[in-house]
């Protein structure tokens, strides 16, 4: 930092005799300014131009099916009949499978992390699991598709329709042949995917409490558990609801991995187990054999919009949850 | 509830809570022994000598890697200028504005906004009236990929710099585009640069973005107005595939994707560390 100031002072004394005197220098602040501006307005029109496109594209969809689009469970090229139903499922549900199985090993490791880890394993620890979040999408689709799909094939599956199968209800979620992926495959590798992202700001989050709070739980006598349940996690809980939406968030969007694994079936089925799809995997899939101009692409392209939305909304009341407990 | 029940419950969240953080870690492991056990085998000099080549004709990846290096280099010569001054913009002038706010809002989203309808925007917006598939339209869908990561990052570290240095050469009469560029630009160059990083990190390991813009092409190709290869894409071709050495090959391709991003990853993170 002192060899910047020494830095500083040099500049700075040119800088008086160019900035008072000479209107080139400020001629050259507006074009900075401008600049500056231009590139902010940028990231704006950025996001408005991506969402009018998929509005744009997929627009001859919602003009031929109208809002059934939404509601309609067939998806049928022959035909040329789509409905976005299961695929607003299947986004939906494996997203919110990966949350359920995230959300007790994130609450674990930050506590790990915040309050357990010596101090000199904190950071390589916290590091690792950030690294998680650094491997490519892809990546974990292979995993998914040649590791852990034959180990659900083999041992997690079976068992779970056989036991849970029978039960009236619930045993509808654990039908059907045990093939490896599906929804429930999908979720758990999007589980792990997501983990990094709650984790890092619930930590974020319970580093950010006033010592003080936790001293006097501890003074009264709370064990660490104690104060983590009852001082540390009342007290971030607005962040960490909004950490938890990011992650729902991250997963709603993710492509390559649910590709690999859900199967890329697009009928309605309600086990965990049968092939289905997300907007994301359908897309990815079904693109290549969609031609230009027909309906398909259009349908696909409003997909893509409907994704926007639902993330939008999500990653908005992520961010406003996670600002709100910061002001506080 | 007993001294003696509180404890005991106590001892078992930490080690429950210790036994997840194990699981995250066995995780990587599997994940990065995965990829050695069989990316490793198939890792020879013909995966960066020759092309992609038909099943059972011993082909690479090199038009593949080359392809890639070549919309990577693009998508941050296209977002790092981009980036860095919408991210100055925010930390400069977007602190009380309106604008700022809205930006910054903007930002998060696009931050966290899946990558697949990145690339369906840019088929929409460049592949499909501008005739076709193109290592331009790759580019651009990596660079809107890029973006947001470095703003983000320009900003946060831009805000670390002290209020102190910039009134200093303000008040030596410099103006704003000296005080930027060699005040605070110069005093945040190592957040700056982590950003950077890890933004290559991001672009080099997706694949979602180039299935509809850069496609993917068998053939050597460095023409930016065409079809353009790419790691992530070859991979992904290739792991679908039923044919043995294709596979093995797309695990060679993983192996390095992999390896890369996570050295990019330390390497941003030691740099930060260093100066930090």
């Known amino acids: 930092m002192s060899a910047t100031m020494t830095g500083l002072s040099g500049d700075g004394v040119q800088a008086v005799s160019i900035g008072a005197a000479k209107p080139v220098g400020r001629l050259a602040d507006r074009v900075f300014v401008g600049l500056l501006w231009g590139c902010g307005i940028f990231v704006l029109v950025l996001l408005g131009l991506i969402i009018a496109m998929l509005f744009h594209g997929g627009l001859p969809a919602f003009r031929a099916f109208g809002l059934d689009f939404l509601w309609t469970a067939t998806w049928n090229p022959v035909t040329e009949n789509f409905g976005a139903l299961v695929m607003i499922y ?43 979040a650094a491997v490519p999408s892809i990546i974990y689709g292979m995993w998914g598709f040649f590791i852990i799909s034959p180990l659900m094939a083999a041992y997690v599956q079976p068992p779970l329709i056989e036991w849970l199968g029978p039960i009236p209800v619930i045993g509808d979620l654990f039908q059907g042949p045990a093939l490896g992926g599906g929804m429930l495959t999908a979720g758990l590798i999007m589980a792990v995917m997501i983990l990094p992202f709650i984790t890092a700001m619930f930590v974020e989050t319970l580093e950010s409490i006033p010592p003080m709070l936790k001293e006097s739980a501890y003074g009264v006598g709370a064990t660490t558990f104690e104060v983590y349940k009852n001082i540390s996690v009342p007290f971030g809980r607005t962040a960490m609801v909004g950490a938890i939406m990011l992650g729902l968030g991250r997963a709603l969007g993710e492509t390559m991995a649910v590709t690999f694994v859900i199967g890329n079936a697009t009928r309605l089925s309600a086990s965990l187990f049968a092939p289905g799809a997300t907007i994301a995997s359908t897309i990815a899939n079904e693109f290549p054999e969609a031609a230009q101009g027909t309906l398909k692409l259009d349908s696909l392209l409003a997909l893509g919009f409907i994704l926007f939305v639902i993330s939008f909304i999500v990653l908005a009341l992520s961010r406003y949850l996670v600002r709100s407990n910061l002001k506080s | 509830m007993s001294l003696a029940v509180r404890r005991a419950k106590d001892y078992t969240v930490k080690v429950v809570s210790t036994a997840f953080a194990v699981v995250a870690l066995f995780l990587l492991a599997w994940i990065l022994f995965t990829l050695v056990q069989k990316g490793l085998p198939a890792l020879n000099l013909n995966v960066f000598t020759r092309m992609t080549l038909p099943p059972g004709h011993e082909g690479g990846l090199l038009n593949a890697i080359v392809g890639s290096l070549i919309q990577i280099g693009l998508a941050m010569l296209i977002g790092t200028p981009i980036g860095l001054l919408a991210g100055t913009f925010l930390a400069e002038n977007g602190k009380t504005s309106k604008l700022g706010h809205i930006a910054r809002f903007v930002n998060d989203i696009l931050l966290s906004a899946p990558s697949i309808l990145v690339g369906l925007f840019v088929y929409a917006f460049l592949v499909n009236p501008f005739g076709g598939f193109s290592g331009w339209a790759g580019s651009v869908a990596l660079a809107i990929l890029v973006i947001p990561v470095i703003v983000r990052t320009t900003e946060d570290m831009l805000n670390l710099v002290p209020i102190g240095l910039r009134e200093a050469a303000y008040a030596l009469g410099a103006p704003q585009w000296k005080v930027v560029m060699m005040v605070t630009w110069r005093a945040a160059r190592a957040g700056i640069m982590t950003g950077i990083l890890l ?13 509809f813009t850069s496609l993917g092409n068998n053939s050597w190709s460095t023409d930016l107005s065409r079809p353009m290869a790419s790691l992530p894409i070859a991979i992904y071709q290739y792991a679908g595939s039923p044919f043995d050495d294709w596979v093995a090959l797309a695990w060679a391709g993983a192996l390095l994707i992999t390896v ?13 560390a260093k100066t930090g």
Do not use: C, D, H
């Open chain 1, 90 to 132: 299947g986004t939906i549900f494996s997203a919110i499978i990966a949350v359920v199985v995230a959300l007790p090993l994130s609450f674990g490791i930050a506590f790990f992390l915040t309050e357990i880890a010596p101090p000199v394993l904190r950071r390589p620890i916290g590091v690792a699991v950030q690294l998680l």
């Open chain 2, 199 to 211: 933004s290559i990190a991001r672009a080099a390991g997706e694949t979602a973005p180039l299935l």
């Open chain 2, 260 to 272: 890369s991003v996570l050295l990019l990853n330390i390497i941003s993170r030691l740099v930060l």
